[in-house]
């Protein structure tokens, strides 16, 4: 069908004709004394091969046919083309000769004679179809037929509006008749060439069932004077004129503003439109932040009342992470599904574990739960995506979160919030929250920019070694930490230190301590200073990038030497045997315990890995821990190895979240290029653990430590389990 019928000219085709629609392709249009039920054929009499070549038949007003062949040609030299339309004697032929001018395509002499719905299938087939194949698109000449053709079918068409704008990114509304179901194709025409808008169109039923709205969205840039918007589907052709005065609106300004505020258009604005560019997407945030969705909860808090409530639904690349609690004395409920892009609901798993409510709530037990929706990235713009509660009784009931954190470190720290860390077992880590903590740990390190350098001091020219020390809100270390490396002569001659700072708000405080303690122990510093807190592994790798050393000290900010050597003996240790891939340091507690004395891995009743230090808490001088050793791994706080090996393993990982097990993945990551770790037992720091990490409220909740864990055995396991094993054999015993 045709909204609306064009003046048609009058202009058969009884006999074939060529025509020129561009200066590269031409048209033969033919209407043969019959309805013609089989494929046509067009083909050149010498056998010349034609470019490209396609058809198509349309049905007339009087039950005959017309058939139209778009062609484009090797070279311009005369034709002698015979067309068959599938019945006996049904011929005609057709010969052209270049060095006269061609006729121009008509489009009115095209339509002319047309059925409505040949009319709709010849647009379809020339706007979606052969600008394609032809290489139209952005034709001067071909534009202007194209939009003579659509005048030729509706020389009066409705308006479609530009209704907002961000960047270049227009998004188009209009109203289409009600049986205007499936769009199948959606193209622009005009200043801007043949544009085609989204794959997906928002069109659904409005005006109580007699309309349907249509939105979708295109990139323009400039704004085009002129331009036609043609819709086409199974029912047939709708065509717009398009009005530009919108565009200057904002997303935000006209939503605030529409009248047509539907829930399936506010969903389709946020997952279409919003991932078209960063813009867009920024664009999306404001228009959900500046109008809220209520949050929706169901039933009432009482002794016998249900009750259930969403707290976290986080949209990332994957799907969603959900968190929650409901109070079900009665058995009310039946389940939650997650609504899906298309409002389609999906059945979620929950995961459940017990809960209490805080006195000011009743002091309820209750049941928390933990989901993950595998949607993909369907709703990965909505920071309000919504789900479905499914009672006993077989109603439903839609359940909408608070608005979600979009800040990466404000959204990964409420997805370590959504278990109690004794709750976060392997099982609930797996399901629900090792996609979500990749994506979202990926989209933080996106987030850090690059980072700058500050020097301070004449640096040396061609160090040896770098040592790469990673600062994070403790800086009470760095005085001794710098005295010793003074009195360290070897050090002083070889070494470059370099400082990442992954706390940037405090540079001019670390600029001023760096200042006064390069003047005090003559020292060359350099400062790396990350655009925003990365984490250690992100801050380690960019101190080994600015590196200019033959090896790297990978140096924790609260380590400090016991006396000079340190770092000459384990660099010594490389340089003597190739195979060494990494060495690591014994290293103290303040009261002179043995903190580390090479890495182990050690398995639970559960059967799950863990890291453990070799005779952590032992006497300093107890015999074994000075005894030096190959060792499956060794501290991240002191280990030397190669810049070459570093790089080659890509240094550390960075999908750890905040500092912790990056070291025993480094090992692990060189073991598997058949390098071998060390550790010297004669080579004594002290190391004031963990009072840098304690700064880090996201490692304290303590399920990035278990997310972490479970990402090196889900990575590792089996080699962790050999390597154990090869341990075992080898000393007859499990060392302590």
Known sequence: MLEKLGTYAESPFDAPQFLQLTPD???????????????????????????????????????????????????????HLKLTAGAVGSGAELSVDFNQSQRAADPYALTSGLTQNACAVLV????????????????????????????????????????????????????????????????????????????????????????????????LAPLPSKSFLALSGPWGLAIRRLEMEGASRSLSAWWAGNSRKLPELRDYIITKFGGRSAATRA????????????????????????????????????????????????????????????????????????????????????????????????????????????LASGERSTLVPPPQADDPVESRASA????????????IVANCLAKPLADLQERFRQSVGAPVEISFGSQPARPLVSIVIPLYKVYEFIKPQLAAFAADRWLAENAEIIFVLDSPEQVTHVEDLLTGYQLLYGLPVR??????????????????????????????????????GWLEQMCASLMMDEQVGAVGAKLLY??????????????????????????????????????SRE???????????????????????????????????????????????????????????????SKNGDYTRGVASQYNRWLQQSRWEQEIAEIMSSISARDGVVVT
Request: charged share 20%.
């Open 416 to 427: 370590l919030a959504v278990v109690p860390p004794r709750h976060a077992t392997d099982d």
């Open 283 to 390: 664009a999306v945030r404001d228009l959900q932040l500046s109008e809220p969705v209520p949050a929706r909860r169901h039933g009432a808090l009482g002794e016998t009342a249900a009750f259930c409530a969403v707290e976290t639904a986080l949209a990332v690349e994957s799907g969603v992470l959900v968190g929650g609690w409901m109070r079900d004395p009665g058995n009310s409920y039946a389940g939650l599904d997650m609504l899906g892009a298309d409002a389609k609901p999906l059945p979620l798993t929950l995961h459940s574990f017990d809960g209490v409510l805080p006195e000011t709530q009743g002091g309820y037990a209750i049941k928390r739960f933990v989901a993950f929706a595998d949607l993909g990235g369907d709703l990965l713009h909505h920071i309000q995506p919504r789900l479905e509660l499914k």
């Open 124 to 219: 379809s087939t020339i706007l979606n179809t052969w600008s394609g194949m032809f290489r139209l698109s952005l034709s001067r000449s071909f534009v202007e037929f194209a939009i003579k053709l659509l005048r030729s079918v509706n020389d009066s068409p409705p308006v479609a509006d530009c209704v907002a704008s961000v960047g270049n990114t227009r998004l188009l509304e209009t109203l289409l008749n009600s049986e205007c179901t499936e769009i199948s194709s959606a193209v622009l025409i005009g200043d801007a060439g043949v544009k085609r808008l989204d794959a997906h169109p928002f069109n659904t039923l409005y005006n109580n069932g007699r309309n349907r709205l249509f939105l979708g969205a295109v990139e």
């Open 25 to 79: 392709v031409y048209l033969v249009a033919w209407d043969p004394p019959h309805a013609v039920n089989a494929a046509p054929q067009l083909d050149e009499v010498a056998n010349r091969k034609f470019s490209a070549k396609a058809s198509v038949r349309l049905a007339l007003l009087d039950g005959r046919s017309r058939i139209v062949w778009a062609l484009s040609l090797k070279e311009r030299s005369a034709l």
């Open 527 to 564: 400062l790396v200073l990350m655009e925003r807190n990365g984490g250690y592994a992100l801050a380690c790798n960019e101190g080994a990038a600015h590196a200019r050393g033959r090896y790297l000290a990978m140096v924790n900010s609260d380590v400090v030497p016991l006396e000079s």
């Open 590 to 627: 303040a009261d002179n315990a043995i903190q580390h004395a090479g890495l182990k891995f050690i398995q639970d009743e559960k059967g799950r890995w863990f890291n453990h230090h070799y005779f952590k808490g032992f006497p300093r001088l107890f015999a074994e821990a000075s005894a």
């Open 631 to 693: 060792v499956p791994g060794v501290t991240g706080a002191c280990l030397v190895l190669a810049k070459d090996d570093f790089e080659q393993v890509g240094g550390f990982s960075t999908d750890f979240i905040i500092g912790d097990y990056e070291d025993s993945d480094l090992c692990l990551k060189l073991r598997r290029y058949n390098k071998k770790i060390y550790y010297l037992g004669d080579v004594e720091l002290y190391h004031f653990e963990r009072i840098s990490i």
